[in-house]
């Protein structure tokens, strides 16, 4: 069936290192979901980071950028820089066409300072 | 940006209980859902709603759960009777338009059955 696999967290990275979250999506219902990268930042309720509906495109905010792969049914967060106030939970998250979305278990990120 | 408000935050009852849990969606959305995150576990999908019927429902959405939204109050979930397992988070969400567009959360309502 739809499944969304990403980075198992917990993940700690050194502020001003890069970073890279690993997200993976089946393509069993439609060869071309919508997909997103959603995030909670401490105390506060999940929003959207970036998205994107159209294979081979990329997205980015807030200095993260994802690239929908669909050769390898792949989402990848990805930020060079990373900055203290980027610490929260990444959700991978795919619309198979229908009206839900399929979400990933999260990673937890931690910036160390 | 725009915001969803979910009421109660947390909500404890007993088992064999009704509880209402309440979403005050973005306010001119018209497309509602709720999904269910179990500690630990995924966020999951249980229903959609559009124009007064559910569109689309997941297999947790068990006969004992209800959604409505009457005359543009809030957009509802209600559990009855309630069970241990129905223990987790509940998040609303809110759209404006359907495939694929940007749902707005909620902040989750935490709801433990004792």
């Known amino acids: 069936g739809d499944s969304v696999t990403q980075t198992e967290g917990p993940v700690t990275v050194s502020e001003s290192e890069s970073l890279i979250i690993n997200c993976t999506y089946s393509?069993?219902?439609?060869?071309?979901?919508?997909l997103f990268w959603y995030v909670r930042y401490p105390g506060e309720g999940l929003q959207l980071l970036l998205k994107?509906?159209?294979?081979?495109q990329k997205g980015s905010s807030r200095g993260f950028e994802a690239t929908y792969n669909k050769e390898t049914t792949s989402f990848h967060l990805q930020k060079a820089s990373v900055q203290e106030s980027d610490s929260a939970v990444y959700y991978c998250?795919?619309?198979?066409?229908?009206?839900?979305?399929?979400f990933g278990a999260g990673t937890k990120l931690t910036i160390k300072p | 940006g725009p915001k969803v408000l979910q009421i109660p935050s947390h909500q404890i009852i007993d088992m064999g209980q009704m509880v209402t849990l309440n979403c005050d969606p973005v306010s001119n959305h018209l497309y509602f859902y709720w999904y269910k995150q179990i500690l630990g576990q995924q966020m999951e999908f249980l229903v959609n709603f559009y124009n007064g019927k559910v569109m689309e429902k997941s297999k947790l959405f068990k006969d004992q759960f209800s959604v409505e939204r009457p005359d543009g109050s809030y957009f509802t979930l209600k559990i009855q009777p309630t069970a241990l397992e129905d223990s987790a988070v509940y998040f609303c969400a809110s759209s404006s338009q359907l495939g694929g567009y940007e749902q707005y959360f909620g902040p989750g309502t935490r709801l433990t059955v004792l």
């Open positions: 393509a069993t219902s439609i060869a071309y979901p919508n």
């Open positions: 994107v509906i159209t294979a081979g």
């Open positions: 998250a795919v619309n198979y066409g229908n009206e839900k979305i399929t």
